[in-house]
């Protein structure tokens, strides 16, 4: 089963929703949607299954029109955030339930829906649940149980929102490994909704960013983790450390900062920002440094440090492994910033963060400016 | 007695003031006792007070017996049309959103705040023989007014909002989702409704049903209005009661109002044991 979605948009009242959706997903994928809530990505998903529709666009399967074809028809199997499993029915009978409501004509005898719940049940490693109702079941249980009602109907395409949402950390974790398993055993093109990047990376063969109803990045979940195509992108995959600083010869220049690590980027010289993941900056212990450690504070594993920026008072917050912080890290104290990783945008519209506008104005007069580099942004 | 429910508190909680708490309760049973035990207890009293032979005499009689009937046949036209009409309601209400939404709900709730003599008058004015429709009806001969169909009008009318009103929150609560999944799994819309919504409003929807039959049995306001009180045809138990009554047939009366108790009674334990269901 191959999709294709076209130019789709989609409005409720006054708000876009969806502002020209262009995807396309190929057999046996399994895809994420990402992006942060109202980012329009639950809405693309239920346009797909037949629960909503656009206001313009196409979608297309196996090049045929799907808009025309309402739910009922489409063949997918949904598994809802909170899972929708039916409280009244035992989990049998509700894995059973798409295959009891088929036609008469096409409806298989109750001894091969017996046997195919039967084949659910133990494929999704929970045969002794059968007889059980929903409300006594975990939250685990549940999820499980919503995925096998959704792949009875033998589903040309599995759509999953938000999988694990309504999980606990620790059932996440160990829920995400074996869910990953199954869809790929299972061998159905999935398409499935998150706002946890982490989810989304670890499940998809491709990941797919959202962000204010429009496509903001797709690609491996490597490439997107490396190389946010926007700004937009960067923050909401953990760079939230934004540095102003100035691009001579491909490389990033700012006092206190030592960005010798970073490769070289085939940019213009001017002002750029550079976008950092709070673990990817080194502090060097260094008496003439320009930022001051604040704050350390340990979480056991790692060491978290709030720094300000002498002159103009900005706050960089770090993360390190104790274990490799650098000694003489003290309160008081002061450090340079060496960034092993990031990714700079040039500039032309104003630093949305205030404090980091601050750090601008300090030693860079032409700041206060800045464009994405492949994609213009506005938040 | 006052830590029933919770765990007691630990042994170092403040002394709870005995005197004050059992005053309380004291007052809370002695109100019920006077105001409802009693006369309860007492209908029963003056009904059984001659005897049962003279009970079953009363019962018996065919002007009671008949308004018995009536009664019932009233309630067994009633409640499945407005089991029908509150599932209908609460659903457009619950799952749609429409201009006029909130009106709707606002006047299916009308029969609860207005008095049911003033529903008998409007329908005597309506259907009757100056009313709006009253001279149509008759040029096609229908007998609406004091007779059965203005009865079941009226009961519709005073017990409308009661199945509506027990199904609607629950139907909230419970959104659309698992309606929205038996679409994605094929089901067709009957098959949505008969799988899938009704199970999961059925104790609602009996519970409401129950407290309408228990309504419909019992009005009288609206129901004195359109019946005409015509003996042998149109009377119904509150009304039977009524009249006997006032023929000084206290006995007759109080076996009377004993058999209307005892139904309420029963309705009384039905409710308690779906409300227990629900939870």
Redesign the interface.
């Known amino acids: 089963m191959s999709m294709t979605i076209a130019h789709m948009s989609r409005r409720f009242g006054a708000t876009e929703v969806l502002r020209g959706i262009d995807l396309t997903v190929a057999r046996g994928e399994l895809v994420a949607l990402l992006g942060p809530s109202g980012s329009g990505k639950t809405t693309l998903l239920k346009i797909i299954?037949?629960?909503d529709w656009p206001d313009a666009g196409t979608l297309e399967v196996n090049g045929e029109d799907w808009l025309p074809k309402r739910?009922?028809?489409?063949?997918?199997?949904?598994v809802?955030q909170?899972y929708?499993?039916?409280?009244?029915m035992t989990v049998a009978e509700n894995i059973a339930?798409?295959l009891t409501?088929?036609p008469r004509a096409t409806r298989p005898s109750p001894r091969q829906i017996a046997d195919k719940v039967q084949e659910l049940l133990g494929f999704l490693q929970i045969p002794q649940l059968a007889g059980r109702y929903p409300a006594e079941l975990s939250g685990g249980q549940r999820q499980r149980v919503a995925l096998g009602?959704?792949m009875a109907?033998s589903p040309q395409l599995l759509l999953l929102d938000e999988p694990f949402g309504a999980l606990d950390a620790q059932v996440r974790r160990d829920l995400r490994r074996w869910l990953r398993e199954v869809l790929v055993q299972a061998g159905t093109t999935t398409v499935f909704v998150t706002h946890d990047q982490e989810e989304a990376f670890e499940l998809a063969d491709r990941v797919v960013v959202m962000g204010a109803g429009r496509i903001e990045q797709t690609g491996s979940p490597e490439e997107i983790h490396d190389h946010p195509a926007s700004p937009f992108v960067a923050r909401f995959l953990g760079m939230t450390v934004e540095l102003p600083v100035t691009l001579r010869a491909g490389r990033a220049e700012a006092p206190g900062i030592d960005a010798s690590a970073l490769a070289r980027v085939a940019m213009a010289d001017g002002a750029a920002t550079l976008f950092l993941r709070p673990s990817d900056i080194t502090p060097v212990p260094d008496p003439e440094g320009r930022f001051t450690i604040r704050t350390i504070a340990s979480t056991g594993a790692m060491l978290r440090l709030l720094l300000t920026d002498g002159a103009g008072g900005t706050e960089v917050e770090i993360e390190i492994p104790r274990r490799l912080a650098p000694a003489g890290l003290a309160e008081g104290g002061h450090v340079r910033l060496r960034p092993e990783a990031g990714r700079l945008f040039a500039r032309t519209e104003p630093l949305s963060q205030s404090a980091a506008g601050a750090f601008a104005t300090a030693h860079d007069p032409d700041a206060g400016r800045q464009t994405a580099l492949s994609k213009e942004f506005t938040r | 007695m006052s830590t029933t429910g919770t765990s007691a508190p630990g042994a170092l909680a403040p002394r709870p003031r005995r005197g004050v708490e059992r005053a309380l309760i004291g007052l809370a049973l002695v109100l019920t006792a006077g105001f409802v035990l009693v006369p309860l207890l007492y209908i029963f009293a003056r009904a059984f007070g001659a005897g049962w032979g003279a009970f079953a005499h009363n019962v018996l009689d065919p002007g009671t017996l008949h308004a018995i009937g009536l009664t019932a046949l009233v309630a067994v036209i009633v409640v499945p049309v407005n089991m029908a009409f509150g599932i209908a309601a609460a659903w457009a209400i619950a799952r749609f959103r429409f201009p006029g939404r909130k009106a709707l709900l606002t006047l299916i709730e009308i029969p609860f705040s207005i008095s049911p003599i003033i529903a008998g008058i409007c329908y005597l004015l309506l259907y009757g023989r100056n009313g709006l429709v009253g001279p149509w009806l008759m040029a096609l001969d229908l007998k609406v007014l004091f007779a059965l169909p203005g009865i079941v009008l009226v009961t519709l009318f005073v017990t409308a909002p009661f199945v509506m009103r027990e199904v609607l929150p629950l139907m909230q609560a419970q959104g659309s989702?698992?309606e929205?999944?038996?679409?994605?799994?094929?089901?067709?819309g009957w098959?949505i409704f008969r799988?899938?919504t009704l199970?999961?409003i059925r104790w609602a929807l009996l519970y409401g049903a129950v407290l309408c039959g228990a309504r419909a049995v019992g009005e009288f306001g609206a129901v004195s209005v359109v019946s005409g009180m015509i003996r042998g045809q149109t009377m119904t138990l509150p009304l039977q009661i009524e009249l006997l009554f006032n023929d000084l047939n206290i006995v007759g009366a109080f076996a009377a109002a004993a058999v209307l108790t005892l139904l309420a009674l029963v309705v009384l334990v039905l409710k308690a044991a779906m409300e227990a269901r629900r939870r």
């Open positions: 299954a037949g629960l739910a009922q028809e489409r063949r997918i199997g949904f809802f909170h929708a499993l039916f409280a009244h339930f798409g409501v088929l009602r959704a109907i | 989702e698992q929205e999944a038996a679409v994605t799994l094929g089901a067709s098959q799988r899938v199970p999961n």
